[in-house]
C-alpha cells in the first residue's frame, strides 16, 4: 500500500466557465466590487471622449487599485502581475488585462479624486450604522517617503559644497583658458573628460543653488531649530527628517487620522511633513467635518496635540476635546518645573513646591495686540530657600514663573483630564486610533510611500484609509447585512438618471 497520495503538475483540470465560481461568497473582493459600483464616478468618466480606442472603465481600475491596496499590492508592475497569477484579481478585471503603465496612469491622473472616493465610502458606512462620531480619537504616524535620507543636505553642507563647486570648475576653466593661449592642443591639456566633469559640476552647482534658494524660503518651522532637521532633500524636497521611536530618524511624512470609536472607521485624514504633531489637531477636526458632515460629541488625542489652540479650536467646534497635557518637566525629573508650581486664582500667586508663595511682580506685552500678554511672579523667599540651587538659572537669585493668557485653557484641560471622568475617557484612546496604524503597516504592509511630494503623498494616504475602511465594511459583515440597502441605493440611482 502506498504511503503518499500521487500528484502530477500536468494532472489536468476542469477550469469553470466563470472565475466567479472560484470567489467565494462574502469575499473582499466581492465587497469591493459591490461598494465601487455604488460610487459616483462621474468626476472621472466625464473626462473620457469618444474618440480613438475604448478606455478602460474607471471602475475597473479603481477596483484593481482598492483591492491592491487593501491586501498590500501598492504598485502597478504588482498588480499587473496578480492579474497573471491571482484569481480574486484576475475575477475584478472581468477579462481585461491592462498593462502596468496604464494602471499606474490611472492613479497618478486621479489621485486628486481619491479624498472624494473616501468621503463616499463613509457616508455608505454612516447610513449603514456603522459610524456613531461619539467619540473620534486622534493620532499621527511618521512614514518613509520614497526617498532616502541620505539624499538630504543640510543648509551648511549646501553653502560649503557650492563654494567647493565653484572653486573647482573656476579652475577647470582657468586651465582651458590657458590651453588656448598657449596654442596647445585642447584635446591634451584640456580633453572631453574634462568638459564633462564641469558639465556635471556646473549643473550640480545649479541644483544645489535652487535647493539653498528652496530651504530659505521655506516658511520656518519649531522643529527646524535642531540643525539636522533643517535640511532639503534632493529626491523629495516636499518630506522631511523626523525622528521616530522604532525606525530611528527617517526621511519621511506625519500623516493624521481620525478614528470613530463604534466599528473603528477612519473618519478624517489630513497629510503633513510637519515632525510636530501638534499644529495638526485643528486640521483633522475639519477634515472630520468635510467627510462625515458633521463634528464628533467627543475627541481624544495625546500630550503631541497639547496646545492652548487646539483646545480652543475645539471648543469654537463644540467638541468635547480629552488632550492629555504636555510632560516636559516630569519626564525629565525636574521637580521644579513650572508644571509643579500651582496657581491660586483668589490671591493671584504661585505656589511652589517648597510652599512659598511667588506675587505678580510685572506685566509684559499689556499694548501689543499681536503678542500675548504675560504676568511675572517672583518671591524674595527663593533668595533663603535651601533648594534654590535646584530650582532657580537666573542671576538674580530669584525664580521668575510665568503666566499667559492660554495657561487659564491649558490648566482647564490638565484639570479635566485628570478627573476620573477624563482618564476614563482618555483611557478608550489607544484602544480607538493605535489599532487602525497597526492593521495600515502589519495587516496590509504599508510601511513607506510609493509617490513623492506631498501632494501625491496625500493622495496615496488616501487610497490607503479607504482601502483600510473598505477592509472595516468587510469585518463587519457588509456583504450579509446591506444586500436591501444596495439595492435601495440601485433603485434610487435609477430613479435619478430617469
Known amino acids: 500500500m502506498a504511503k503518499f497520495k500521487s500528484y502530477s503538475t500536468e494532472q489536468g483540470e476542469l477550469i469553470p466557465t466563470y472565475l466567479s465560481e472560484w470567489v467565494p461568497e462574502g469575499h473582499l473582493a466581492r465587497l469591493i466590487s459591490d461598494i465601487v459600483d455604488q460610487l459616483d464616478l462621474s468626476a472621472m468618466t466625464e473626462g473620457y471622449s469618444h474618440r480613438g480606442e475604448e478606455a478602460y472603465h474607471p471602475a475597473m481600475l ?96 549646501m553653502k560649503q559644497e557650492i563654494v567647493r563647486l565653484e572653486t573647482e570648475i573656476g579652475e577647470a576653466l582657468e586651465k582651458a583658458k590657458q590651453a588656448d593661449e598657449q596654442e596647445e592642443s585642447q584635446l591634451s591639456l584640456f580633453p572631453e573628460s574634462a568638459n564633462v566633469e564641469v558639465r556635471y559640476r556646473q549643473v550640480r552647482l545649479a541644483k544645489i ?42 526621511q519621511g511624512y506625519n500623516p493624521q487620522i481620525a478614528v470613530d470609536a463604534k466599528h473603528h472607521f477612519i473618519v478624517g485624514c489630513v497629510m503633513s511633513n510637519s515632525t510636530s504633531d501638534q499644529q495638526q489637531f485643528q486640521s483633522v477636526l475639519e477634515s472630520i467635518q468635510d467627510h462625515t458632515g458633521k463634528m464628533p460629541e467627543k475627541a481624544s488625542a495625546d500630550n503631541g496635540y497639547f496646545s492652548a489652540d487646539n483646545i480652543r479650536s475645539a471648543e469654537n467646534a463644540h467638541v468635547d476635546a480629552y488632550i492629555a ?28 513646591p517648597a510652599g512659598h508663595a511667588l506675587t505678580l511682580k510685572q506685566t509684559v506685552n499689556a499694548n501689543n495686540p499681536e503678542k500675548e500678554t504675560a504676568w511675572l511672579y517672583e518671591t524674595e523667599a527663593c533668595l533663603t530657600c535651601p533648594f534654590q540651587k535646584d530650582c532657580v538659572k537666573s542671576k538674580t537669585g530669584k525664580r521668575t514663573v510665568q503666566r499667559t493668557e492660554s495657561d487659564p485653557t491649558r490648566e482647564a484641560m490638565r484639570t479635566k483630564v485628570q478627573s476620573d471622568e477624563g482618564k ?75
Not at 482601502?467 to 440601485?490: D, G
Open 325 to 352: 497635557p504636555s510632560r516636559e518637566g516630569k519626564a525629565k525629573g525636574n521637580a521644579y518645573d513650572k508644571s509643579n508650581f500651582t496657581y491660586v486664582a483668589e490671591s493671584d500667586t504661585y505656589i511652589c
Open 62 to 157: 479603481l477596483k484593481l487599485w482598492f483591492y491592491g491596496y487593501a491586501t498590500g499590492v501598492f504598485t502597478s508592475r504588482k498588480i499587473r502581475t496578480a492579474l497573471d497569477e491571482n484569481i480574486p484579481f484576475r475575477w475584478l478585471c472581468g477579462g481585461n488585462l491592462p498593462d502596468f503603465r496604464t494602471i499606474s496612469d490611472f492613479r497618478k491622473n486621479n489621485l486628486d479624486r481619491f479624498a472624494d472616493l473616501f468621503k463616499q465610502i463613509v457616508q455608505i458606512a454612516m447610513e449603514l450604522g456603522y459610524i456613531s462620531l461619539g467619540h473620534v480619537s486622534i493620532d499621527g504616524s511618521k512614514l518613509k517617503a520614497n526617498a532616502s535620507k541620505h539624499k538630504a543636505m543640510s543648509r551648511e553642507r
Open 209 to 250: 543653488q535652487a535647493a539653498l534658494q528652496a530651504l530659505e524660503e521655506r516658511k520656518p518651522e519649531a522643529e527646524s531649530k535642531t540643525p539636522e532637521k533643517d535640511q532639503i532633500n534632493f529626491t523629495d524636497d516636499e518630506s522631511r527628517i523626523m525622528d521616530t521611536k522604532t525606525q530611528g530618524v527617517i
Open 424 to 498: 476614563a475617557i482618555y483611557r478608550q484612546r489607544k484602544a480607538i486610533v493605535e489599532p487602525a496604524w497597526g492593521e495600515m503597516k502589519e495587516v496590509q504592509g504599508f510601511r513607506q510611500f510609493h509617490l513623492r511630494g506631498e501632494d501625491k503623498v496625500a493622495g496615496e494616504f488616501m487610497l490607503l484609509s479607504l482601502s483600510y475602511n473598505l477592509r472595516k465594511l468587510h469585518s463587519v459583515k457588509y456583504p450579509k447585512e446591506a444586500t436591501v440597502y444596495k439595492r435601495e441605493r440601485s433603485a434610487q440611482k435609477r430613479k435619478m438618471a430617469a
